[in-house]
């Protein structure tokens, strides 16, 4: 496994001799030193303490972590207290290089279409998009914001985990481990065009070869793992060995059978899939650059009812949203705005996206890819409500980051009524004023659940409060799990350990 990372060993006598350690350049002197025979004993017994005193300030200085020359080891920025961390401590693997670090090397060769290599800079977040929407942001929240790519989860979340502020660098202290594989990256490109299904799997087995053969692995036998997929869940479930079936057969391999899974969109019925929200373009370094956002988009002047961001998919039978761009574009009374992602990519984000969704009350959001769509995040980030047609697009998806309540910060349309011919228009222009202000209350109330801070900082924490972003609500959910699993294995163990001694 090694090889695959470039590592050997000395294979000759010659090597091996170069590894042996050098000698002397002088022999030691076979006569006895009599330089102390000069001095008187008190003194002696004086000099020989400070030489000793003098070797232990020596070894201290040489074993001080400040003195250290070798490679250093990412540490968190903020070390929490023990009390913070209790039964919640990370250990962040040091995977080979192939695995992950490797992807931004050859970044050029990701994407069959794009050159993905701008997508690495600045951890992840993407080149900075500050010249691009100045005049349409505020200008104190200008550096945060981002050309993130929608699918960069993965890259987000190792650069995440190595400041986190319960990592630990003692695996054997951990609650959790942490598997910073870039599954998603290393797979883009072989989901598209003539790639076999061994090829596809490659990179996946090899992964899990080298995670089952760690220690700390054995312990758990992988329950206490986890694992980022940046793409949706169905790339990663090919149920056959077929060439000709979509996607890798990862989530099918028996070693992830225990392991907890992050990924942008889950498989309803999968208990360990956790569905965590798109990285939007907006990335806040601190709190008040979420207050500054929010405080902006809700003096918006807001144009019209509703915007639709997308473009028919003609070679679909009955397209829904064909039905909506239809609807659209039909719309005599101009309260509909359409921005047409058939002529100009929509897929992280243009300033005239941005600038139709500051400008709605409403946006459309029918399923993407999957059922999940980015395009749901950047219309909330600017204080648009959403309207969905399937109830697996957010409801089913993201419990952990969105209100409780549905309705409170959405329409549901069921598309079969579209179909049918309802208006779109018409239901939206039954709310009341006052009630599309409560809808956009509860909408900026929840922007820092979906957003990721800068991956430099420790979240958006401050001294007075904790605001928590899209990464600490995931991490909080899981540890939590973790920490109930651990009390009803305890009390279970008590419980037997007393009907034994009954």
Not at 18 to 43: A, C, D, G
């Amino acid at each position: 496994m090694l090889s695959l990372v470039g590592h050997s060993s000395p294979s000759s006598s010659t090597e091996a001799e170069t590894l042996k350690k050098p000698k002397p350049p002088f022999e030691e002197p076979t006569r006895p030193n009599h330089v102390f025979s000069h001095i008187p004993p008190t003194r002696t017994t004086l000099l020989l303490f400070l030489i000793l005193l003098q070797f232990l300030l020596i070894l201290y200085i040489i074993h001080s972590p400040q003195t250290n020359h070798s490679p250093p080891i990412p540490s968190p920025i903020h070390v929490a207290a023990d009390s913070d961390c209790h039964a919640r401590r990370i250990y962040v693997y040091d995977l080979p290089t192939i695995f992950n670090h490797v992807f931004k090397e050859r970044c050029d060769e990701l994407d069959p279409w794009t050159n993905k290599c701008d997508a690495f800079l600045n951890d992840g977040l993407g080149a900075s998009a500050a010249d691009d929407v100045a005049g349409i942001v505020p200008e104190e929240v200008l550096p945060a914001w981002y050309w993130t790519d929608h699918y960069w989860g993965e890259v987000i979340f190792h650069n995440r985990m190595l400041n986190y502020k319960c990592r630990t660098m003692e695996p054997e202290s951990a609650t959790a481990f942490y598997i910073p594989f870039y599954v998603g990256l290393s797979v883009g490109k072989l989901l598209w065009g003539n790639y076999s299904a061994k090829e596809r799997d490659w990179s996946s087995l090899m992964m899990m070869n080298w995670v089952q053969d760690q220690k700390w692995w054995k312990r758990s036998n992988g329950s206490d793992h986890i694992i980022m997929l940046g793409r949706l869940t169905w790339d990663f479930r090919r149920l056959i060995n077929s060439d000709n079936d979509w996607g890798t057969s990862l989530l099918h391999m028996p070693a992830m059978r225990n392991i907890i899974r992050i990924c942008v969109e889950r498989n309803p019925w999968d208990h360990l899939e956790i569905a965590v929200p798109y990285p939007t373009v907006f990335h806040p370094r601190t709190a008040a650059d979420t207050l500054s956002w929010q405080n902006f988009i809700r003096n918006r002047n807001r144009t019209s009812l509703f915007t639709f961001v997308g473009g028919a998919r003609r070679t679909i039978q009955n397209d829904f949203r064909g039905l909506l761009l239809n609807q659209c574009l039909n719309d005599s009374g101009g309260t509909c705005h359409h921005v047409d992602c058939a002529r100009s990519g929509c897929v992280n984000g243009t300033t005239k996206i941005m600038e139709a969704f500051l400008s709605s009350d409403f946006c459309l959001q029918p399923r993407g890819d999957g059922y999940t769509r980015r395009s749901v995040f950047d219309c909330m980030l600017s204080g648009s409500i959403p309207v969905f047609f399937w109830t697996r697009t957010a409801y089913e998806q993201y419990e952990w980051f969105m209100p409780s309540d549905p309705s409170s910060y959405s329409v549901f349309i069921d598309r079969r009524e579209v179909r049918n011919g309802t208006s779109i228009r018409k239901v939206l222009e039954s709310y009341s004023r006052g009630r599309i202000k409560r809808m956009r209350e509860k909408v900026m109330e929840n922007i820092p659940n979906f957003v990721y801070a800068n991956p430099g900082r420790h979240g958006l924490g401050t001294a007075a409060a904790t605001v928590r972003d899209a990464f600490d609500i995931t991490v909080d959910g899981i540890m939590n799990k973790y920490k109930d699993h651990m009390q009803r294995g305890g009390r279970g163990r008590r419980r037997r350990r007393l009907q034994n001694e009954g």
